[in-house]
Structure formats: C-alpha cells, structure tokens
C-alpha cells in the first residue's frame, strides 16, 4: 500500500520560504509520478508541481514558476516542494500526491495521497 507523509508546512511572512518534505513508501517509487497540490479555504484542489521520478522532468503551474521548486532524493523517497518569495495568496492546505508513471505525463488524476500540512502566508 502506498504511504505518503508531508511535513514542514508552517506560517511565515510575505516574502518568506518553506521547503514541504513527502517521505514516500511501500510501492516501485521510480515508477510513479509525483505531484504537489494545493487547496485554499472553498476552492477546489490544484496541481502547482509535479515530477516523474523515471526520467526527472517536471512541470510547475504558472502560478508557481519562479518561485517554487520540486525536487526529489531517491535515496530517502522522498519528494520537496521548496517555496520562496510566499505570498498570501498562497495559504492553503498542501497535499502530495502519486500516481503510476504513463508516458511521463504527470497530469490527470492522481490515486495516493497523503494528509497534507497547511502553509500560512501573513501580509
């Protein structure tokens, strides 16, 4: 069964970053795509970043590029989501989420995920 467990989420001024941490577990870890997620107060649930763990290649939602970064250490599993230059309106609850790897297209709907951290961004 797969496992996903984020952590680091925090409150931090404008301006500020974090780096969001998703330790992954009991599946083919190379063979899945990788997503980040994100879902403020009311609104539904984003794809800001994903990777393929296979052959590297990521992609970040407009909204996001230039100022986060995904990145992934195979040797510990595990997935990051590192965020600079934080904005309000970037509160909300971040979720990781993995998929089966197809074509190394990471979009579409993703199958495990984990319990999210919340991200606070204060003006």
């Known amino acids: 069964q797969v496992q996903l467990v984020e952590s680091g989420g925090g409150s931090v001024q404008a301006g500020g970053s974090l780096r969001l941490s998703c330790a992954a577990s009991?599946?083919?870890?190379?063979?899945?795509?990788m997503g980040w997620f994100r879902q403020a107060p009311g609104k539904g649930r984003d794809r800001i970043a994903s990777?393929?763990?296979?052959?590297?290649?990521?992609w970040l939602d407009d909204s996001v590029k230039g100022r986060f970064t995904i990145s992934q250490d195979s040797a510990k599993n595990t997935v990051y989501l590192q965020m600079s230059s934080l904005e309000p309106e970037d509160t909300a609850m971040y979720y990781c989420?993995?998929?089966?790897?197809?074509?190394?297209?990471?979009?579409?709907?993703?199958?495990?995920w984990g319990q999210g951290t919340q991200v606070t961004v204060s003006s």
């Open positions: 990777m393929s763990i296979r052959s590297g290649r990521t």
């Open positions: 009991g599946y083919g870890y190379s063979s899945y795509c």
């Open positions: 989420g993995a998929r089966l790897n197809s074509g190394d297209y990471c979009g579409g709907p993703y199958d495990y």
